[in-house]
């Protein structure tokens, strides 16, 4: 464990990021001193550094621009208010976001990762072996914050017969709850189509265990990555490193696809157990409909939950999984 820091460290560290929020605001009012005109624009941010914002504008021109500092957090896939200024731009307000995709943050405080996503792509491969209990994760993140989801099953040319059988019967339950299952290749012609098709029109991000490919489904879903990263390069100034930072591309056939960093280290956000039961959709039927008010759903008698999964009609895997998540959550009461 670190050492604690002293009241007068704090102090210290405090003046510090004020002086530096200071500095950074009054660039931006200088900036905006200097606008040719004080009409706002929209756009989308395609990648952020700092208070330094790269945005696209309404016909894909991209633009460099300062953050001002009342605006909260600012991140890859805002929509914002700009004004142009003789050297790129302002941003004055971030628009109202349709969803936000957080982690929590070394301090336990979650953090945005991305915004506007409206679909998460869970993917998973026959090697390494799927690990349904994160799956589960993703799928919870995904209802808490009212997007949609789909599992990806890639690598599917390493299997064949038999083994391929059951790992398509393994994932059987997620469409039927809803959640639709693609199997795809980046190796094989034409083996990424079933899901460009569900990438069209939406604004997706890839997450999933270590080892199932998602970079290769990124390179291979955007074959002009280079050109899109070599003019976002040529913009920031900040050359070829500028997609450590979560990154908007546009899909060739339709669609946009944010690639972060972040979703590496992505974790289930703090819930209490309403809203763990909301995020797993085929539970919302039975929930309040238990004899006993506090049920847990793991042992008391006349569980509505718990009739379900003998009746066939919720899985047996994902209640287990729902009961590991809740371990540790607040009372329901």
Same mark, same amino acid.
Not at 281 to 293: A, D, I, K, N, S
């Given at each position: 464990?670190?050492?604690?820091?002293?009241?007068?460290?704090?102090?210290?560290?405090?003046?510090?990021?004020?002086?530096?929020?200071?500095?950074?605001?009054?660039?931006?009012?200088?900036?905006?001193?200097?606008?040719?005109?004080?009409?706002?624009?929209?756009?989308?941010?395609?990648?952020?550094?700092?208070?330094?914002?790269?945005?696209?504008?309404?016909?894909?021109?991209?633009?460099?621009?300062?953050?001002?500092?009342?605006?909260?957090?600012?991140?890859?896939?805002?929509?914002?208010?700009?004004?142009?200024?003789?050297?790129?731009?302002?941003?004055? $307000? #971030?628009?109202?976001?349709?969803?936000? =995709? !957080?982690?929590?943050?070394?301090? /336990? %405080?979650?953090?945005?990762? &991305? *915004?506007?996503?409206?679909?998460?792509?869970?993917?998973?491969?026959?090697?390494?072996?799927?690990?349904?209990?994160?799956?589960?994760?993703?799928?919870?993140?995904?209802?808490?914050?009212?997007?949609?989801?789909?599992?990806?099953?890639?690598?599917?040319?390493?299997?064949?017969?038999?083994?391929?059988?059951?790992?398509?019967?393994?994932?059987?339950?997620?469409?039927?709850?809803?959640?639709?299952?693609?199997?795809?290749?980046?190796?094989?012609?034409?083996?990424?189509?079933?899901?460009?098709?569900?990438?069209?029109?939406?604004?997706?991000?890839?997450?999933?265990?270590?080892?199932?490919?998602?970079?290769?489904?990124?390179?291979?879903?955007?074959? $002009? #990555?280079?050109?899109?990263?070599?003019? =976002? !390069?040529?913009?920031?100034?900040? /050359? %070829?490193?500028?997609?450590? &930072? *979560?990154?908007?591309?546009?899909?060739?056939?339709?669609?946009?696809?944010?690639?972060?960093?972040?979703?590496?280290?992505?974790?289930?956000?703090?819930?209490?157990?309403?809203?763990?039961?909301?995020?797993?959709?085929?539970?919302?039927?039975?929930?309040?409909?238990?004899?006993?008010?506090?049920?847990?759903?793991?042992?008391?008698?006349?569980?509505?939950?718990?009739?379900?999964?003998?009746?066939?009609?919720?899985?047996?895997?994902?209640?287990?999984?729902?009961?590991?998540?809740?371990?540790?959550?607040?009372?329901?009461?």
């Amino acid at each position: 464990m670190g050492r604690r820091l002293t009241d007068q460290q704090r102090a210290r560290i405090a003046r510090i990021q004020d002086d530096r929020r200071s500095r950074i605001e009054a660039r931006a009012l200088s900036a905006l001193s200097g606008a040719a005109t004080d009409v706002a624009l929209t756009g989308r941010v395609v990648v952020r550094h700092g208070q330094n914002l790269f945005v696209a504008d309404e016909g894909g021109g991209l633009h460099h621009c300062l953050s001002r500092q009342n605006l909260g957090e600012v991140v890859c896939g805002d929509r914002v208010a700009w004004q142009p200024t003789g050297s790129g731009g302002v941003v004055t $307000d #971030r628009l109202d976001r349709s969803s936000t =995709l !957080s982690r929590p943050d070394y301090a /336990g %405080r979650d953090k945005a990762i &991305a *915004a506007n996503i409206t679909q998460i792509v869970v993917v998973v491969a026959a090697r390494p072996e799927p690990n349904e209990y994160l799956v589960d994760q993703y799928l919870v993140a995904a209802e808490q914050i009212g997007v949609a989801a789909l599992i990806a099953l890639n690598k599917i040319d390493l299997v064949e017969g038999a083994e391929r059988d059951a790992l398509l019967a393994r994932f059987a339950p997620y469409p039927a709850i809803g959640y639709p299952l693609v199997t795809v290749s980046a190796k094989r012609a034409q083996g990424l189509m079933p899901l460009t098709e569900r990438l069209r029109g939406q604004t997706s991000i890839l997450v999933g265990q270590s080892g199932v490919g998602k970079s290769s489904l990124v390179n291979a879903l955007l074959p $002009d #990555r280079e050109a899109q990263t070599g003019r =976002l !390069s040529e913009t920031t100034g900040h /050359g %070829r490193h500028t997609t450590s &930072a *979560a990154t908007l591309y546009h899909l060739p056939g339709g669609g946009e696809l944010i690639d972060s960093p972040g979703v590496r280290s992505f974790r289930l956000g703090r819930l209490d157990r309403p809203q763990l039961e909301q995020g797993f959709r085929e539970l919302r039927p039975y929930v309040g409909h238990c004899q006993f008010r506090d049920c847990s759903h793991a042992h008391e008698p006349g569980c509505a939950i718990r009739a379900a999964v003998d009746a066939g009609k919720i899985h047996a895997g994902r209640l287990a999984n729902f009961l590991h998540m809740a371990e540790g959550l607040a009372p329901r009461y």
